[in-house]
């Protein structure tokens, strides 16, 4: 073979040698290309995407007039989600067909399926609830709206929906608005616009035309946009009010990262009235009567459960037993929960109990009317399943007996008798005003009031002491001893055995209890002197920090509720108008146009401590209702925070030593330049 010549050689191998650089090159950009591609967010050395989507186009256009298309569609500059678009869009006027709203690729498509009213400004509020696919980077808050007629209604109307009870803020309830003034359209016609309220109870009416109005809540449970249901809450008010508008400014804050405030503005912006309408919802008071459920948990006793009481009691008959004198009847406050105790113990032992039940409930006219029910009621265990267990209990007793005998140990030969086991109620600080109770696990068949006794301490000798021995007022297994308590003296509750028999004959063995009387300077006193209504049949309340009342009293005429004896311990507290003077608070009722009690709260947390009085003047009505229940005891939290915009860039920025520019831009444009130094 002839040899090539040098120079050749030398060339073909610099060919060489470059095709190996080129095919490394590749390689090296390709693995780079392809991590790159699998790190969402910054490839090594490159920016983060923090920037939102950005609308390119909607059809039809946005603040469009003459709309008579039913589809919008909102296209965006790159992948989009949208958050539960049942929950967080809001179309206005209300459609009582649901419309069809669903975000694909880039972008978000709304069919509404409702026949398009004449001259109306439509508005579909997607909230905060859209962001990029990727990085999660929120739009913001965003509302598109076109118009039927010839011009866009601009104006918004806010405010909060509280419950009218407890002041919780109500989340997702509907609040709409009526031009027409009549008391009667809340029942008859939709609302005409919405918004919903968040987890602070907050909401925003858009799109509203030039007028004079009425507000309304509803928790709409029908779906019709009006109320129809005792069983939807609702708040309502005769106030009626023009929207309007003005310039205004407000705080902007500018992030310079997710940790650090850049700077704080003062932006103009147009301030839409009014934006603080308070609404008191409430649930009327269910008085339609129906059976709601009978069961026999235990095989003693049969409940029986009702919407709502009624003093003439149910008339019961046995179908297979006799049902005369069968039971012992305990019913609540409201006689609305029965328990009918089985006297006899066959009729305990038998699984299966049917008897037929007339009673009152509300026809579909709302009248009372007789009805009555062949039940069949089964013990939830039975007979045979309870024998089984009593058996095992006296086998394991009878072992240990056997197991005592071995041992030397005292021993009983015979099962012992079930007992009645009451339980004892002390308050764990006793007070001069304190009551002590007593509660039964079964009805009583006698009591011996002769049998309870209370003995006080004088140095060292016991007396008797005067006290009261009394059943509790409405409650048939209860019984209370009241007694003036003595500041730091010892007392003994002594009773005696058989003193409580029940109605299967079982009863209470002998009971001593030591009970201290605690000194007046454990404790602290409470006054509250009451202004800001011209009510003066006022309850205060006091609360724990779970919302729940431990105390109540009745302000005097002078205005002043006065709790004495308070444990040193963080409290709340809330007051009520009771209007009817029942010691209770009462809900509302629209077609009687009565509104539910008005409700208040001390907007502090009040710290009492022992030896100590508290004083505090109270208007009641000095803050607004929504700014006056303690953020501590508030129930309903607010909406989490959806993710704001992110600026990533800054820290990335003083990664690479460079001046911290936000337009993304600028920033790539930075990058390049330090690349090329």
């Not at 390689?27 to 699998?38: D, E, G, K, R, T």
């Not at 039940?375 to 095992?392: D, V, W």
């Not at 105390?551 to 444990?567: C, D, I, K, P, S």
């Not at 990533?648 to 030593?657: F, I, M």
């Amino acid at each position: 073979m002839k040899e090539k010549p040098l120079f050749q050689m030398k060339a073909l191998n610099e060919m060489k040698a470059m095709r190996k650089v080129i095919v490394l090159s590749f390689l090296v950009s390709f693995v780079a290309f392809i991590s790159s591609c699998a790190r969402m967010g910054s490839p090594d050395g490159g920016w983060y995407d923090d920037d939102p989507p950005r609308i390119v186009s909607c059809t039809p256009p946005e603040q469009s007039t003459n709309v008579t298309s039913k589809k919008i569609v909102i296209q965006f500059d790159e992948y989009i989600k949208l958050e539960d678009p049942t929950q967080n869009v809001i179309v206005s006027p209300p459609q009582l067909e649901m419309p069809e709203i669903k975000a694909t690729g880039k972008k978000i498509v709304v069919e509404l399926q409702d026949t398009l009213k004449a001259n109306t400004t439509y508005t579909i509020d997607f909230s905060d609830a859209i962001s990029d696919n990727n990085e999660g980077n929120p739009f913001g808050n965003y509302a598109y709206t076109f118009s039927t007629g010839e011009r866009i209604d601009t104006f918004q109307v806010a405010g909060y929906v509280l419950d009218a009870s407890n002041l919780e803020p109500v989340k997702g309830i509907s609040v709409g608005l009526y031009n027409n003034l009549a008391d009667s359209v809340f029942r008859k016609e939709p609302l005409m616009r919405i918004g919903r309220t968040d987890g602070t109870g907050h909401f925003v009416i858009k799109g509203v035309a030039p007028g004079e109005y009425r507000v309304y809540a509803l928790q709409d449970t029908d779906g019709d946009y009006r109320y129809t249901q005792k069983g939807e809450m609702i708040a309502f008010s005769h106030e009626t009010f023009t929207p309007s508008a003005g310039p205004d400014t407000r705080q902007d804050t500018i992030w310079r990262d997710s940790l650090h405030i850049d700077n704080i503005v003062r932006v103009p912006y147009t301030h839409f009235y009014p934006d603080d309408v308070t609404m008191l919802a409430f649930q009327e008071l269910q008085t339609d009567r129906m059976l709601l459920k009978t069961e026999r948990s235990e095989a003693d006793r049969i409940n029986v459960v009702f919407s709502y009481g009624n003093e003439q009691l149910p008339i019961i008959r046995g179908l297979n037993f006799k049902a005369d004198s069968a039971f012992v009847l305990e019913a609540n406050e409201k006689q609305d929960t029965l328990i009918y105790w089985l006297r006899d113990t066959l009729l305990v032992n038998n699984d299966t109990l049917e008897f037929s039940m007339e009673y009152l409930m509300t026809d579909t006219s709302g009248v009372l009317v007789s009805k009555t029910d062949t039940i069949t009621t089964n013990a939830k265990t039975p007979y045979e399943k309870r024998m089984k267990a009593l058996q095992k209990e006296i086998e394991k007793w009878q072992k240990e007996q056997e197991k005592k005998k071995k041992d030397d140990e005292p021993y009983d030969s015979i099962y012992p008798v079930k007992m009645l086991e009451p339980k004892f109620n002390i308050p764990k600080a006793v007070t001069p005003v304190s009551v002590v109770s007593i509660e039964l696990p079964t009805p009583p068949g006698r009591v011996d009031t002769a049998g309870v006794h209370l003995y006080s301490q004088i140095d060292t000798l016991w007396y008797q002491a005067p006290f009261e021995f009394r059943q509790r007022k409405g409650k048939l297994r209860e019984f209370e001893i009241v007694a003036q308590w003595r500041p730091e003296t010892e007392y003994s509750l002594e009773v005696d055995s058989a003193a409580f028999v029940d109605i299967y004959g079982l009863a209470c063995n002998a009971s001593k209890l030591g009970i201290k009387a605690n000194s007046l300077d454990d404790f602290s006193t409470l006054v509250f002197q009451l202004s800001g209504v011209q009510d003066t049949n006022i309850v205060v309340q006091l609360l724990d920090n779970r919302d729940a009342c431990i105390r109540q009293e009745r302000a005097g005429a002078n205005g002043e509720a006065v709790f004495y004896y308070l444990n040193p311990e963080t409290y709340y507290v809330r007051a009520f108008v009771d209007s009817n003077g029942n010691g209770i608070w009462d809900t509302g009722d629209y077609d009687a146009d009565r509104q539910p009690e008005a409700v208040y709260y001390y907007s502090e947390k009040i710290e009492c401590k022992a030896k100590w009085d508290v004083t505090k003047s109270w208007n009641l009505t000095a803050k607004p209702r929504y700014r006056q229940k303690p953020a501590a005891i508030i129930q309903q939290k607010a909406d989490k925070e959806r993710r704001r915009l992110q600026n990533r860039n800054a820290d990335r920025a003083k990664e690479l030593g460079i001046e911290y520019v936000k337009k993304s831009k600028d920033l790539e444009e930075r990058a390049k330049a330090l690349k090329n130094k």
